[in-house]
């Protein structure tokens, strides 16, 4: 189940910022407490809260008598204390995403949105995904039925979002494992597909030698001067290694002959 909740609280109040300055407002608002803290008094009009703080430090509520809101942070504190309440509840919310396909848990027949990961509005379920993973509108399904997301790492791969159904790192893996030597001149590695945090492409005869790249965001696209592959990616074309200028000042030369 979504455990996050937005608290809503409506009615005539008083609201009294303090900061520097001090302001007092009333009248019949609605005040939003988001999950993170953040506090949004809004009255009849336009789209600005009358007052508001973000992602406050401290937000309290006391039922007993006037029902009142404090919202501490830093020097800053926003007190609503209402005369008369219209109400007062707690809804589900989630992060609003792009839809990207249907929850395939059983009994839940949800929404599944990308914002960060991608998670079902419905029950919650998150699947984490890289942040340059793409889920077009015409992806293929997996056979779970879950939508399929678009991943460079080397060559374009299609994999289920959900990493226990098809791993992206096996794909890799399959792929280009054992595909490059070790450029280090007095090393007769392979590069190994390891995952440490990210994937990288690391020599096979670590800790003795600790040659290791991050597999770049793009697709291999050719060779560089100094044997290790090129990759064409969002910026440009790059060496294996980030670190390496010869890609770089091949792709300049390359585009300052037309
Ligand atoms: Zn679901
Ligand atoms: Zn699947
Ligand atoms: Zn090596
Ligand atoms: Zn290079």
């Given amino acids: 189940?979504?455990?996050?909740?937005?608290?809503?609280?409506a009615g005539d109040c008083t609201?009294?910022?303090?900061?520097?300055?001090?302001?007092?407002?009333?009248?019949?608002?609605?005040?939003?407490?988001?999950?993170?803290?953040?506090?949004?008094?809004?009255d009849i009009d336009g789209?600005?809260?009358?007052?508001?703080?973000t992602?406050?430090?401290?937000?309290?509520?006391?039922?007993?008598g006037d029902f009142t809101l404090v919202a501490k942070k830093d020097t800053q504190t926003l007190r609503i204390a209402a005369h008369e309440q219209d109400g007062f509840a707690h809804y589900p919310a989630s992060a609003a995403g792009t839809p990207v396909g249907t929850c395939q848990n059983e009994d839940c027949a949800g929404e599944l949105v990308r914002s960060k990961g991608v998670h079902c509005?419905?029950?919650?379920?998150?699947?984490?995904?890289?942040?340059?993973?793409?889920?077009?509108?015409d992806q293929s399904y997996c056979d779970c039925?879950?939508?399929?997301?678009?991943?460079?790492?080397?060559?374009?791969?299609?994999?289920?979002?959900?990493?226990?159904?098809?791993?992206?790192?096996?794909?890799?893996?399959?792929?280009?494992?054992?595909?490059?030597?070790?450029?280090?001149?007095?090393?007769?590695?392979?590069?190994?597909?390891?995952?440490?945090g990210g994937l990288i492409a690391g020599c096979e005869h670590y800790p003795e030698c600790d040659t290791g790249f991050a597999m770049p965001a793009g697709?291999?696209?050719?060779?560089?001067?100094?044997?290790?592959?090129?990759?064409?990616?969002?910026?440009?074309?790059?060496?294996?290694d980030a670190t390496c200028d010869r890609a770089v000042a091949r792709h300049v030369e390359a585009a300052s002959d037309d």
């Fill in 55 to 64: 992602r406050a430090d401290s937000v309290s509520s006391d039922r007993a």
């Fill in 219 to 240: 697709v291999v696209d050719g060779e560089c001067d100094c044997g290790l592959p090129t990759f064409e990616t969002h910026g440009g074309t790059r060496c294996l």
């Fill in 1 to 9: 189940m979504i455990d996050d909740a937005i608290r809503v609280l």
């Fill in 121 to 137: 509005v419905d029950c919650g379920t998150r699947y984490g995904i890289p942040t340059d993973a793409t889920i077009k509108d």
């Fill in 15 to 42: 609201v009294i910022a303090e900061a520097d300055d001090r302001s007092e407002y009333r009248g019949r608002v609605t005040t939003i407490v988001k999950p993170d803290n953040t506090v949004l008094v809004h």
């Fill in 145 to 196: 039925g879950l939508p399929r997301m678009r991943v460079e790492r080397g060559l374009a791969f299609d994999v289920c979002l959900d990493r226990n159904c098809e791993s992206l790192d096996e794909a890799v893996r399959e792929a280009f494992d054992r595909e490059w030597d070790c450029p280090e001149s007095n090393c007769d590695g392979d590069l190994r597909i390891l995952r440490r």
């Fill in 47 to 53: 789209y600005q809260p009358v007052a508001w703080l």
